[in-house]
């Protein structure tokens, strides 16, 4: 199995069907496109070891593509070679002032220099990525109550983050104790899961670790930390270690999704307090929205402003009950997003391990989750800035 990738950007296919079959000659992966757009999503999402392109493209200049992948810490360190069709020294100029490492004109000579640069710029040595101070963005799922679909939701809308933004790394993090539901919901059914990550050395515990080990089960497209499965490995869990695995996760991932379930304790709290975004779900019962309510309560005597609350009402377990304006007055919050009615899809959907979007891709409430996912993401951004202004 190759051990090196390389992504080809380039818009003319005779050439970038050649570049690609003479990369896989040398032994090389390749991933290749003919859109830089579309560049940036593989460079961002797939961490090639080398990018070939072409500066001549037809959706972005050549220097705006580089320029971009310089300033993104997820691709600042990547060596980038354009093959380039424009002959002039200008291009070339710009080129490297963008960022670019080498620049070479496509030609009959360049051909045979391209294996020995391409081996060159492989092992030359990296400049190490810088990383975002704030780290990835945490957004934790939780509900007051049993039964209103927290675990269901958080993994789906960890496809609709994927859905959003393809380029992102994403996992979701079952910390639901003493038994993760997840993995199950999912169809996962590997070794791997909380305890095995808490029981892991500190200095083993990094991007490589969470990137190669972590499971991404097909179809859902986030890479997933599966909670423990059963109450007896729960017991050997070292709270202690939960704030330092949620580090160590910012740190790897672009988003963090954990599924806290109904759980309000010392294990969550350090967690809740941490989160940048709260998704509080609530279902249409009397007594979640009154114990939503209660929760609520007890999160502004914690300080937690209601600018980070993003209460979800979940009509998918059914239509009785409370109204949106209802369950508004009882928990003294605005309901962000009303997930609707599925009817028994949704239980189908989750029976078979499977995602709404693979499953129901047109249905309202995949569009729904899709577009609230995407008001999260908006959010996200403007919430860290106001609280970095205000500390």
């Not at 081996?119 to 945490?138: D, H, M, N």
């Amino acid at each position: 199995m190759p051990d090196k990738t390389i992504l080809l950007v380039d818009t003319d296919h005779a050439s970038l069907n050649f570049m690609s079959r003479l990369m896989r000659e040398q032994g090389y992966a390749v991933l290749q496109t003919n859109l830089g757009k579309e560049g940036w999503i593989y460079a961002w999402r797939d961490r090639p070891d080398l990018i070939i392109f072409d500066p001549t493209l037809q959706d972005i200049s050549g220097e705006q593509f580089v320029s971009k992948l310089r300033q993104d810490p997820r691709s600042s360190a990547i060596p980038i070679l354009a093959l380039s069709s424009d002959l002039r020294p200008a291009r070339k100029t710009s080129c490297l002032e963008a960022g670019c490492n080498k620049y070479l004109v496509k030609s009959g000579e360049a051909v045979t220099a391209i294996p020995e640069l391409v081996a060159e710029l492989l092992t030359s040595k990296k400049t190490p990525v810088k990383k975002l101070t704030e780290g990835g963005y945490l957004i934790v799922f939780l509900s007051a109550k049993g039964g209103t679909g927290v675990s269901s939701l958080c993994a789906n809308y960890g496809v609709a983050f994927c859905e959003n933004k393809p380029e992102a790394r994403l996992v979701v993090a079952d910390l639901v104790l003493p038994i993760g539901s997840i993995a199950n919901l999912v169809g996962y059914k590997g070794e791997l899961d909380l305890l095995t990550v808490a029981l892991t050395a500190d200095a083993e515990i990094n991007n490589e670790y969470f990137h190669t080990r972590l499971p991404q089960p097909p179809g859902w497209r986030f890479q997933l930390l599966p909670g423990v499965p059963t109450p007896d490995r729960a017991n050997d869990l070292r709270a202690d270690r939960i704030p330092e695995i949620i580090e160590a996760l910012l740190a790897a991932y672009d988003y963090v999704l954990v599924d806290l379930g109904r759980s309000l304790s010392r294990i969550s709290m350090p967690i809740i307090q941490r989160a940048d975004l709260l998704a509080l779900i609530v279902s249409t019962d009397q007594s979640t929205a009154t114990l939503t309510h209660t929760v609520w309560e007890y999160f502004q005597k914690q300080g937690i402003e209601e600018k980070r609350i993003f209460p979800i009402l979940n009509r998918v377990i059914g239509l009785e009950g409370l109204t949106k304006a209802e369950t508004e007055k009882i928990i003294g919050l605005s309901i962000k997003t009303t997930i609707p009615y599925m009817g028994s899809n949704f239980v189908m959907a989750n029976n078979q391990g499977q995602s709404i979007f693979v499953k129901y891709p047109g249905d309202a409430a995949t569009i729904v989750i899709k577009e609230s996912a995407q008001g999260m993401i908006e959010l996200l951004p403007r919430l860290r800035y106001e609280s970095k202004r205000i500390s």
